[in-house]
Antibody, heavy 119, light 106 residues
Framework: EVQLLDSGGGLVQPGGSLRLSCAAS????????MSWVRQAPGKGLEWVST????????FYADSVKGRFTISRDNSMNTLYLQMNNLRAEDTAVYYC????????????WGQGTLVTVSS | AIRMTQSPSSFSASTGDRVTITCRAS??????LAWYQQKPGKAPKLLIY???TLQSGVPSRFSGSGSGTDFTLTISSLQSEDFATYYC?????????FGQGTKLEI
């Protein structure tokens, strides 16, 4: 069974940093691109970043480019999102998501981890 | 960047109704379009990809159609568990983009 377990969220002050993790199991991790998608309270879904299975192909949304860094440790089956210089508008539930293997539609999602940026 | 627009943003329906949700892309995305269902406090669930391919395990009352810029999600006969928010997503090009969502209420 495919499982994605998000962790690392919490309360952080504006300008602060946080690292999210997503532990994957139940599938061959290197065979799939992985992404982060966020959802601000009461709002819709926003794609944040995607990393290819080998870690060499990376994309970011303009809203996070230069502040967030996506990475993966294929030996540990874990996806990361390093978030620096956080802003109030980064407050959201962050989900990790797996693509289908042949498309960048997301067929498996973590349970989400809440990041709150506030002083 | 491609912008995805759904309509309506919300609407009310009844069990047994046939419902159609529309998604329009600001430029062509061929058939690189997915639909998701999300219930409160839960992660989204993939329903359809490739504009019309039903994800494994999804009931056949869900169907998708369209290509290019105009897409639809149809639920042939609403069940109580279908009341949720639905999102379209284009994956034709980066940045990936979701529609703003359509909330389906009883």
């Amino acid at each position: 069974e495919v499982q994605l377990l998000d962790s690392g969220g919490g309360l952080v002050q504006p300008g602060g940093s946080l690292r999210l993790s997503c532990a994957a199991s139940g599938f061959i991790f290197t065979g799939y691109a992985m992404s982060w998608v966020r959802q601000a309270p009461g709002k819709g879904l926003e794609w944040v970043s995607t990393i290819g299975g080998g870690g060499d192909i990376i994309f970011y949304a303009d809203s996070v480019k230069g502040r967030f860094t996506i990475s993966r440790d294929n030996s540990m089956n874990t996806l990361y999102l390093q978030m620096n210089n956080l802003r109030a508008e980064d407050t959201a539930v962050y989900y990790c998501a797996r693509d289908t293997g042949t498309t960048v539609a997301f067929d498996s999602w973590g349970q989400g981890t809440l990041v709150t940026v506030s002083s | 960047a491609i912008r995805m627009t759904q309509s309506p943003s919300s609407f009310s329906a009844s069990t047994g109704d046939r419902v159609t949700i529309t998604c329009r892309a600001s430029q062509g995305v061929r058939s690189f379009l997915a639909w998701y269902q999300q219930k409160p406090g839960k992660a989204p669930k993939l329903l359809i990809y490739g504009a019309s391919t039903l994800q494994s395990g999804v009931p056949s009352r869900f169907s998708g159609s369209g290509s290019g810029t105009d897409f639809t999600l149809t639920i042939s006969s609403l069940q109580s568990e279908d009341f949720a928010t639905y999102y379209c997503q284009q994956y034709y090009t980066y940045p990936l983009a979701f529609g703003q969502g359509t909330k389906l209420e009883i």
